[in-house]
């Protein structure tokens, strides 16, 4: 789980490669299951049938559904029907996935604005998203890495204790951290994932050209900045690779 654009591909790819690990196929579209009715209506045998039909003996049962981490509705059945959950999040720096988050918007071609006026005018627009036919808003950019409004909900329900979170900055390739997620999840923590150093799912091309002012970053991070003390406090993280410009 994570919010959009914080590498939770890479994070899917990394644990279904683990031969102890089974994530929910496909990939896309993503399940989502827990979001709407299926999971009342259907029920859990359902879910197991459609997406874990193939996982044989496997230690692990996984899916990737980015929608879920702001969703009170998935969060409540998940606890449900899942109420011994392990809940994986991927975060990354805000800033920078507010603007991957603006590069898929655009690429999708849900946005007409450049990038400082589109964030400029988020809140106004955040309300009004219904008709781009999305399981979230897909204009959330700054809002979306307020990251401990929706722990919160999520350490309530299924406890600290189950909630491992990844700073995708410093997870990303780096084998000690993906050995260690292994060995935290009780199984073989000497398994290399073949897409250890594979960058995946990254934004287009001209994702690169949506460039913020340093004026503008900086007042970025100094929004962020109670937000992401927080949650260095609260969980032990280390987040001062996030104050860097880029």
Same mark, same amino acid.
């Given at each position: 789980?994570?919010?959009?654009?914080?590498?939770?591909?890479?994070?899917?790819?990394?644990?279904?490669?683990?031969?102890?690990?089974?994530?929910?196929?496909?990939?896309?579209?993503?399940?989502?299951?827990?979001?709407?009715?299926?999971?009342?209506?259907?029920?859990?045998?359902?879910? =197991?049938?459609?997406?874990?039909? +193939?996982?044989?003996? %496997?230690?692990? *049962?996984?899916?990737?559904?980015?929608?879920? @981490?702001? &969703?009170?509705?998935?969060?409540?059945?998940?606890?449900?029907?899942?109420?011994?959950?392990?809940?994986?999040?991927?975060?990354?720096?805000?800033?920078?996935?507010?603007?991957?988050?603006?590069?898929?918007?655009?690429?999708?071609?849900?946005?007409?604005?450049?990038?400082?006026?589109?964030?400029?005018?988020?809140?106004?627009?955040?309300?009004?998203?219904?008709?781009?036919?999305?399981?979230?808003?897909?204009?959330?950019?700054?809002?979306?890495?307020?990251?401990?409004?929706?722990?919160?909900?999520?350490?309530?329900?299924?406890?600290?204790?189950?909630?491992?979170? =990844?700073?995708?900055?410093?997870? +990303?390739?780096?084998? %000690?951290?993906? *050995?260690?997620?292994?060995?935290?999840?009780? @199984?073989? &923590?000497?398994?290399?994932?073949?897409?250890?150093?594979?960058?995946?799912?990254?934004?287009?091309?001209?994702?690169?050209?949506?460039?913020?002012?340093?004026?503008?970053?900086?007042?970025?991070?100094?929004?962020?900045?109670?937000?992401?003390?927080?949650?260095?406090?609260?969980?032990?993280?280390?987040?001062?690779?996030?104050?860097?410009?880029?």
């Amino acid at each position: 789980m994570g919010a959009q654009r914080s590498g939770t591909t890479y994070l899917y790819k990394i644990l279904d490669e683990h031969p102890e690990i089974y994530m929910a196929k496909p990939i896309k579209p993503e399940p989502k299951y827990f979001m709407g009715l299926s999971a009342q209506v259907l029920g859990y045998e359902e879910y =197991l049938n459609k997406y874990f039909s +193939m996982a044989g003996d %496997a230690s692990w *049962l996984g899916e990737k559904s980015t929608s879920y @981490i702001e &969703s009170d509705d998935a969060a409540r059945e998940i606890k449900r029907v899942v109420p011994d959950a392990t809940i994986l999040v991927m975060l990354r720096n805000p800033i920078e996935r507010a603007i991957s988050n603006y590069s898929f918007t655009k690429d999708n071609n849900l946005e007409p604005y450049d990038i400082e006026q589109a964030i400029r005018d988020e809140s106004a627009r955040n309300d009004n998203w219904q008709t781009a036919r999305t399981s979230v808003s897909p204009y959330a950019y700054t809002e979306r890495g307020k990251y401990m409004q929706y722990l919160e909900r999520w350490e309530r329900l299924f406890g600290k204790d189950n909630l491992i979170l =990844l700073v995708a900055e410093r997870f +990303m390739g780096n084998q %000690a951290a993906v *050995l260690a997620l292994y060995h935290r999840l009780g @199984i073989d &923590s000497k398994f290399l994932p073949p897409s250890l150093t594979e960058r995946v799912n990254a934004s287009s091309v001209g994702g690169g050209q949506h460039k913020l002012s340093d004026k503008f970053r900086d007042e970025l991070v100094e929004m962020y900045r109670p937000w992401n003390r927080e949650l260095e406090t609260r969980y032990g993280l280390d987040l001062s690779c996030w104050e860097r410009k880029a």
